[in-house]
């Protein structure tokens, strides 16, 4: 048993779910109890869908438990089968019909359906999400592209596939735009995109292409590799989010294709002379803390440290199966990778870490809220602001457009940041209220503490605070010269001063020791 009040992602058949909701002419019957259909406001609400997922769920009830549920199973295949008439029935279980092993597999094979049944076994208790998601797909690409290598003509070299982007997929829509932007001016023929908008017949053309792009390693990495290995299609496994990703990106698919790269490397974005630009001086050094999805973690890592600056102060996903991609990448930054599915570890480090902009998942935002560090959304899982109408693409080119933007716009504008420490007991613009631009859009005190409201801390670690033993004190004076320090570092002094005052087994905490400690860690 694990304690889990927010999970990062959800169990195994969601994952099925937006696969078959990403295709044509796919339908999956989910052999799951009585309220399992909550899994379709995922798509019909977050990410707006005008339609239905296509899954039929057998939504048996705790009176069917006696009886056959394995009927009730095969009922529902059955009209499935004949109400939508799909190329391709994808079958399995969700975590309460693990339980009752009914073999959807085996139970759909003996109905005689008119269409293929691809069976799922989704292991719910140990793999979640995207692992459903990277299975299934799997699964459907083996069954619809054969085994058999096909000979490709030389010019199939030019040809390369698409390959991760999927319903529910963090700006997945708008990625593929760029991506086909960047292949245009290669000269790059695409000939299919899966699994979003592809059919069964899709699938089966998939080995007529040269290569493969790997946009999301975290749906399509296995498919990529047992297609690399089935039929020999080269893989380009570089994510281009970023400037840089993005020219190695370039750079690597027109080796693969054999093509100039050139007419892609000339396309300007604006992120890097925003980036070098003087207004973005004060960009430099601030202190990050990064979480998400593999992919997107590292993507922002790079970014942070090459492209605005940042200093990489953390970095971490619950992407188990990409762990160790995302361990090399933290050491590059000197700093431990943190690999966990639990947001209150992340909450603890993130608050050890001190960051003055967080990048991060909707759950980080929650975490920065109460903490009240300035925060963006770099991945799943997000809620439905992340889902926006106007273009917003996170890979390409244009996609470091909307990174500089999202990511500079929670901060404090230099101008605003330099004043403050200037005449910090301005009444409108002190350091204890928003930054000013965001002012517009929350109210004064949304979000942020009363002017004499203690310091941001978070509740996770407000419980552990509260339940020491012995609480350190600080004298009135000690306080006072305490607020002396810009609020965006304030947090982290108080923490140094704090560990070094019960290392020492100082208490209460004078100018003296905040002194002590300062000279002490600028060491
Ligand atoms: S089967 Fe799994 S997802 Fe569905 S309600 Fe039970 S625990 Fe939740």
Known sequence: MELATWTYEGPPHVGAIRIAASMDGIHLVLHAPQGDTYADLLFTMIERRKTRPPVTYTTFQARDLSGDTAEIFKTACTDAAERFSPDVLLVGASCTAELIQDDPGGLAKTLGLAMPAVPLELPSYQKKENWGAAETFYRLVRACAGSERRDRPESAQRVCNILGPSSLGFRNRDDIEEVKKLLDLLGVEVNVIAPLGASARDLMRLPDAGFNIVLYPEIAGSAAKWLARIHGQELVTIVPIGVGATRDFIADVARVAGVDPQPALAAGERLSWYSRSIDSNYLTGKRVFIFGDATHAIAAARIADEELGFKVCGLGTYTRELARDVRIAAAQYGVEALITDDHLAVEDAIFAAQPEL??????????????????????????????????????????????????????????EEHLLQMFRDDFEFNDETQASHLAAVAPKGYGTAAVDGPEPVSTHQDIKLQAAPEALAWTEAAEKELKKIPFFVRGKARRNTESFAVERGVNPITIETLYDAKAHFGR
């Open 358 to 415: 967080v990048l991060g998942t909707q759950m980080e935002r929650h975490v920065a809220k109460r903490l009240r560090i300035a925060c963006a959304v770099i991945s799943s899982p997000v809620h439905v602001q992340d889902f926006p109408a106007r273009y917003s693409p996170q890979m390409g080119l244009e996609g470091a457009n909307v990174i500089f933007d999202s990511w500079v716009h929670p901060l404090m504008m230099g101008l």
